[in-house]
Nanobody
């Protein structure tokens, strides 16, 4: 059974940090690029970051570049998203997703094969 399970969300003050984790099971994660997406109320789901299957390639949306860092551990089947200098506009449900292939080739949600259930991140004072 394919599963992606996110954890690490919560409430944090502006300027604070959170570390999200995505745990994969039921498929060979090292064959997939992994992306993080987010969806705020009333908005479309948007790509935040992606990491290639080997971890050698990373991509960030302009709104998070320099503040978020994606990493993966294929031995542990996990992908993390370190989020620093958080802003209220980062508030959203964050999802991890798997795209079959070695590289981050798309930031379109429809191109991803497997999805987690999401974790809420709220940035507020």
């Amino acid at each position: 059974q394919v599963q992606l399970v996110e954890s690490g969300g919560g409430l944090v003050q502006p300027g604070g940090s959170l570390r999200l984790s995505c745990a994969a099971s039921g498929f060979t994660m090292e064959d997939y690029a992994i992306g993080w997406f987010r969806q705020a109320p009333g908005k479309e789901r948007e790509g935040v970051s992606c990491i290639s299957a080997s971890g050698g390639q990373t991509h960030y949306a302009g709104s998070v570049k320099g503040r978020f860092t994606i990493s993966r551990d294929n031995a542990q089947n996990t992908v993390d998203l370190q989020m620093d200098s958080l802003k209220p506009e980062d508030t959203a449900v964050y999802y991890c997703a798997a795209d079959y292939g070695q590289y981050c080739s798309s930031d379109a949600a429809s191109d991803y094969d497997y999805w987690g259930q999401g974790t809420q991140v709220t940035v507020s004072s």
